[in-house]
C-alpha cells in the first residue's frame, strides 16, 4: 500500500528538501523519510504539494502525459473580463507554444490564509480572483497564462491536483492517506 502526503506549501518554500541558505525548504516542515514530491509549486507560489513514498504513483500523479488536472485559485490585477476568461478557456499563445484549453471562471475573493508578506496592492488598480484549471505542467505556466491573458498573478495557491484537495490544512500543516 503506498502513502501520500497531501502538504500545503507555504509562500517562500521551494519544492524540495535541499538547498543553500537563505532558501526555506520541505525540510522545515516533513520529516518523513522516503516521501518525495510528486511534482513542484514554484517558491512563489502556495498550496497542495503532493509528496509519496512511490515512484510509480509519484510518476502517475506528476507527468503530463497522464493529464491529470490542477486547480489553482488565482488573483490577478486588473478587473478580469469575459474575453480573457475565454482566451484562458480557448488555449492562450505563450514563447513555447500554445497551451491546452483550461478550465477558468471568476471567483469571489476567497476566505483564506494571509500571506507573509503580503501581494503588492496598487490603490489605483482593482484586483480580481479566479479558479483556473489545467492538465499540463509548464514552467510557470499559470502566471504565464494569465499574463498572456493580460492579467498579471499577483498570487497563485493550488486547491487541486485530479482526486486530491488541500480541504481545510493549512499553511505548513500536511495530512497522511493510504491510496
Do not use: C
Not at 511534482?39 to 509528496?51: A, F, N, T, V, W
Not at 490585477?77 to 507554444?97: I, P
Amino acid at each position: 500500500m503506498s502513502q501520500i502526503l497531501l502538504f500545503n506549501k507555504p509562500f517562500a518554500v521551494l519544492s524540495q528538501f535541499t538547498s543553500e541558505p537563505p532558501h526555506r525548504t520541505l525540510a522545515e516542515y516533513i520529516n518523513r523519510k522516503g516521501f518525495y514530491p510528486a511534482g513542484r509549486l514554484d517558491k512563489d507560489s502556495e498550496g497542495l504539494l503532493i509528496l509519496t513514498d512511490d515512484g510509480k504513483l509519484q510518476q502517475r500523479i506528476s507527468n503530463p502525459k497522464y493529464g491529470k488536472f490542477k486547480t489553482y485559485m488565482v488573483q490577478v490585477e486588473g478587473d478580469l473580463s469575459e474575453q480573457a476568461l475565454q482566451a484562458l478557456r480557448d488555449g492562450v499563445e505563450l514563447k513555447d507554444g500554445p497551451t491546452k484549453p483550461a478550465k477558468a471562471q471568476q471567483i469571489a475573493p476567497p476566505q483564506i490564509w494571509h500571506r507573509d508578506p503580503p501581494i503588492r496592492e496598487r490603490k489605483q488598480i482593482p484586483t480580481s480572483w479566479l479558479e483556473l484549471s489545467i492538465s499540463e505542467g509548464r514552467n510557470r505556466q499559470v502566471r504565464r497564462m494569465t499574463a498572456a491573458a493580460g492579467f498579471p498573478t499577483l498570487r497563485l495557491i493550488r486547491t487541486r491536483i485530479d482526486e486530491w484537495d488541500l480541504g481545510e490544512l493549512q499553511p505548513g500543516e500536511s495530512s497522511l492517506l493510504e491510496v
